[in-house]
C-alpha cells in the first residue's frame, strides 16, 4: 500500500468507510423495518380483534335468530343462541380469533397453539407475549360486555414470523441496492478523487519542470479558488517567487563582482607583473605594495558590501532587530561625524525629542545615516552646510532628513542614485564605489519604511520615514 498513489488510497479508505456504512445502514434498515412491521402485526391484531366483536350477537330464542337477518353461523349458548358472522370462520393474514368462556373452555373458532394457551389468564385489552417452540405469539383478550355475552372472551393470536416475507423481501432487495450504490459511490469517488488531486499533479509538473529547465519564472496555474490546495499552489508560487528572486540576486552578485573586481585586480596583477620585471630598488617595491594594499583594501571593501547588499535584499535574518532610541543614535553619531570637516562642510543636527524609538536594527540605522552624511560630504561645496532633522510625522510615522546645499542631482537622475554602482558625478568619487546609497534604501526597506530624495533650488534632501513604535 505504500506504493500506492494518493488516489488509490483515498479510494480505498473511501471504499472501506462506504463499506461500513453500508452494513450499518442495511442493520439499521432492517432492524427499523422489524420493529416497524412488529407493531403493524400487533397493531393488525388488535384490529382484527377489535372488528370481530361486533360479529358476535346474542338471542334469546330461535325464532328472534331466524328474524334477524342473514345467519351465517349460530351456537347454543346458555338459553339462547350466539349468531357468528362466517368471517369469523377464517383466519385473517395469519391472525387466528377464537371465542372463549372465561373459564378457558374453547367455544368456537381456531387457535393454533390453544394447548399452550391454556394456562393464560384474559387480560382485557392488553398485549401479552408466549414463546413456542422457540417462536414468538402476540396474544390480544378482548371481555364482551353486551346483554347476553357476559363472561366471554375472543382470543386473538399471531406470530411474530407473519413479517417474515416482507423482512426477507427488503433484505434482498437491500442486498441488491446498497452493493449497487456502493459501486457507483466507489466510481464516482475514484473520478472525484482524481479531479480534486489535479491540482497537485499540476503542483508536481510545475516543480518538475523547474528542476529539469531552470525556468524559475514558471508559475503554477489553478485559477481562481481559495481551497487548501489553492493555498499550496500560492505558497509553492511565493517560494519560486524567492527563488527566483534569490538567483536573480546571485547572478547580479556574480556580474557586479566580476565588473567591479576586475579594474582592482587588473591593477595589482599590472603592479606584480611591472615589479617582476627586473630587479627594483625597495622604494619602488614599497610603492607597488602600497598600491596593491590600496587595491586589495579596495576589494575586500567592495566584496563585503556587496555581500551586506545581497543579505539585506533577501531579507536575512541575521540582523536581530531590537527597540532602538533614533534619538541618541542620531545625536551621538553626528556628533561623531561633525567632527570630520571635510572641506569646511559644517553639520548641524536636531531632534524633535528624545527617545523616538524604532523596532529595528542598530548597526544597520547607523549605517544607514553614516551613508547619507558620507554621501552629502562627498557632493557638498566647500564651506557648505549639511543639516540632519528627526521629527515626528502627523501619521505616527518617524521623519529623518539630511540635507546638504552641495552640487544638487539632475531630476532625471534622482532614481538612477538608488542603483547599484551608479555615481552620478564620476570625478569625485575616489573613495566610493557606487553602493552607500544602494545600501541605504535596502536598509529603508528592511526597516518597512522609505527612502527617497529631493534636490533642486540649490538644495539636496534625501527624507527617510519609518514606523514609530
Same mark, same amino acid.
Given at each position: 500500500m ?13 471504499a /472501506? ?10 442493520f439499521?434498515?432492517?432492524f ?6 412488529q ?5 393488525g391484531l ?6 370481530n ?6 338471542y %334469546?330464542?330461535l325464532?328472534a335468530?331466524?328474524a =334477524? $337477518?342473514?345467519?351465517? @353461523? ?9 349468531k357468528i358472522d ?25 387457535n393454533?397453539i390453544a ?8 387480560i ?9 417452540d422457540?417462536?414468538v405469539y402476540?396474544?390480544f383478550?378482548?371481555?364482551l360486555?353486551?346483554q347476553?355475552?357476559e363472561r ?7 406470530a411474530?414470523t407473519?413479517?417474515?416475507q416482507?423482512?426477507?423481501d427488503?433484505? @434482498?432487495?437491500?442486498?441488491?441496492v ?6 457507483? =459511490? ?5 473520478m472525484?478523487?482524481g479531479?480534486?488531486?489535479r491540482p497537485?499533479?499540476?503542483?508536481s509538473?510545475? /516543480?518538475?519542470?523547474?528542476g529539469?529547465?531552470?525556468?524559475l519564472?514558471q508559475r503554477i496555474r ?7 490546495? @489553492?493555498?499550496? %499552489?500560492?505558497r509553492f508560487?511565493?517560494?519560486?517567487s524567492?527563488?527566483?528572486a534569490?538567483?536573480?540576486a ?9 565588473h567591479?573586481? +576586475? ?11 611591472l615589479s617582476?620585471?627586473r630587479?627594483?630598488t625597495?622604494?619602488e ?10 587595491q586589495?583594501r579596495k576589494m575586500?571593501?567592495?566584496?563585503g558590501d556587496m555581500?551586506?547588499?545581497t ?19 542620531v ?7 561633525a567632527?570630520?570637516?571635510? +572641506?569646511?562642510?559644517?553639520l ?13 536594527n542598530?548597526?544597520?540605522?547607523g549605517r544607514l545615516l553614516?551613508?547619507?552624511i =558620507? ?7 566647500d564651506?557648505? @552646510?549639511?543639516w540632519?532633522s528627526?521629527?515626528? %510625522? ?5 521623519i529623518l ?7 544638487g542631482?539632475p531630476?532625471?537622475?534622482q532614481?538612477?542614485i538608488?542603483?547599484?554602482?551608479y555615481?552620478a ?5 575616489? $573613495?566610493?564605489i557606487g553602493?552607500?546609497l544602494s545600501?541605504?534604501r535596502e536598509? $529603508?526597506?528592511?526597516h ?18 519609518l514606523? $514609530?513604535?
Amino acid at each position: 500500500m505504500k506504493n500506492w498513489s494518493i488516489r488509490g488510497k483515498i479510494t480505498l479508505w473511501f471504499a /472501506a468507510f462506504l463499506i461500513v456504512m453500508a452494513g450499518v445502514s442495511g442493520f439499521t434498515v432492517l432492524f427499523a423495518s422489524n420493529q416497524v412491521i412488529q407493531k403493524t402485526i400487533r397493531d393488525g391484531l388488535v384490529n382484527t380483534v377489535e372488528r370481530n366483536v361486533d360479529e358476535i350477537e346474542y338471542y %334469546a330464542d330461535l325464532d328472534a335468530l331466524r328474524a =334477524s $337477518a342473514q345467519v351465517q @353461523h349460530s351456537i347454543k349458548y346458555k338459553a339462547g343462541f350466539l349468531k357468528i358472522d362466517d368471517d369469523f370462520l377464517d383466519e385473517v393474514n395469519e391472525v387466528y380469533t377464537a371465542l372463549y368462556q372465561s373459564s378457558g373452555t374453547l367455544l368456537y373458532g381456531e387457535n393454533p397453539i390453544a394447548e399452550a394457551l391454556s394456562g393464560l389468564r384474559f387480560i382485557d385489552g392488553q398485549m401479552q407475549q408466549v414463546k413456542v417452540d422457540g417462536l414468538v405469539y402476540y396474544v390480544f383478550d378482548r371481555e364482551l360486555s353486551r346483554q347476553g355475552l357476559e363472561r366471554l372472551w375472543l382470543r386473538g393470536v399471531v406470530a411474530e414470523t407473519q413479517g417474515s416475507q416482507q423482512i426477507s423481501d427488503i433484505s @434482498h432487495l437491500s442486498l441488491i441496492v446498497l452493493p449497487s450504490l456502493l459501486l457507483v =459511490s466507489l466510481a464516482g469517488g475514484y473520478m472525484i478523487a482524481g479531479r480534486m488531486l489535479r491540482p497537485v499533479q499540476d503542483i508536481s509538473d510545475a /516543480a518538475a519542470k523547474i528542476g529539469s529547465g531552470g525556468d524559475l519564472k514558471q508559475r503554477i496555474r489553478l485559477g481562481a479558488g481559495r481551497d487548501e490546495l @489553492h493555498q499550496l %499552489a500560492d505558497r509553492f508560487n511565493e517560494m519560486f517567487s524567492r527563488l527566483e528572486a534569490s538567483f536573480d540576486a546571485q547572478r547580479q552578485f556574480t556580474s557586479d563582482a566580476s565588473h567591479e573586481l +576586475r579594474t582592482p585586480a587588473a591593477v595589482i596583477l599590472a603592479q606584480c607583473e611591472l615589479s617582476l620585471e627586473r630587479q627594483r630598488t625597495p622604494e619602488e617595491y614599497e610603492d607597488a605594495l602600497v598600491v596593491i594594499q590600496r587595491q586589495g583594501r579596495k576589494m575586500n571593501r567592495l566584496i563585503g558590501d556587496m555581500l551586506d547588499f545581497t543579505r539585506l535584499e533577501q531579507q536575512s535574518e541575521s540582523y536581530t532587530r531590537e527597540r532602538v532610541d533614533l534619538s541618541e543614535l542620531v545625536s551621538d553619531l553626528c556628533g561623531d561625524m561633525a567632527l570630520i570637516g571635510e +572641506r569646511g562642510i559644517r553639520l548641524e543636527y536636531i531632534t524633535q525629542q528624545p527617545q523616538l524609538m524604532v523596532y529595528g536594527n542598530k548597526g544597520l540605522l547607523g549605517r544607514l545615516l553614516t551613508n547619507l552624511i =558620507s554621501n552629502a560630504y562627498r557632493y557638498g561645496k566647500d564651506n557648505g @552646510h549639511i543639516w540632519v532633522s528627526l521629527q515626528t %510625522a502627523e501619521n505616527g510615522r518617524i521623519i529623518l532628513t539630511v540635507t546638504d546645499d552641495g552640487i544638487g542631482i539632475p531630476k532625471e537622475e534622482q532614481e538612477k542614485i538608488f542603483q547599484r554602482f551608479y555615481q552620478a558625478d564620476r570625478s569625485r568619487t575616489g $573613495a566610493g564605489i557606487g553602493l552607500g546609497l544602494s545600501m541605504a534604501r535596502e536598509i $529603508a526597506r528592511f526597516h518597512g519604511g522609505m527612502l527617497t530624495v529631493e534636490s533642486g533650488n540649490g538644495k539636496t534632501v534625501f527624507i527617510l520615514s519609518l514606523p $514609530a513604535l
